[in-house]
């Protein structure tokens, strides 16, 4: 960024809207604005056997499907700095982001590897081509214990 010139964080909504972040209302108007609008139907199962199952439902144009993979906690002492001495808790950290599959505008069903231990959890994204708005997202679900 050139000298001079202030960044404000924006936070991207569904892909559609901007807002800054620490402006709570604004938050919320542009997720309401995004609330009603129709989506892809999504589901994502995580199986004993390291894959995620995925099942989109719906018409419309071409798009990417992602699995995002993240770790659910993490704590950090800090040793330095202006919050030396204090434990930080973050939460959902990116670990990594996968383009496991394209998706042609009509109902689709894959499997993908995923690497996921008891602290890390995962997300399916369909995403419109060249990074456009997200049309349908599910957090992946785990495999029923009674299903085989």
Partial sequence: MPRGQSYTP????????EAVGSRRDDVY???????????????????????VDVAVEG???SA???VIT?????TTNVEGG???GKALANHHIVRNVDRIGDWSGQSLRLAAPV???????????VQSDDQGPILGAARCAAEDATSS
Avoid: Y
């Fill in 115 to 125: 690497d996921l231990d008891a602290d890390h959890d995962c997300v399916v994204l």
């Fill in 59 to 61: 018409s419309g144009e």
């Fill in 64 to 66: 990417a499907v992602w």
């Fill in 29 to 51: 108007k542009a997720i309401a604005a995004v609330a009603d609008e129709p989506r892809l139907s999504v589901s994502a199962t995580k199986r004993k056997d390291g894959t």
């Fill in 10 to 17: 924006q936070m991207v909504i569904d892909g559609k809207r």
């Fill in 70 to 74: 993240f770790l659910k906690a993490r």
């Fill in 82 to 84: 202006e919050n030396n």
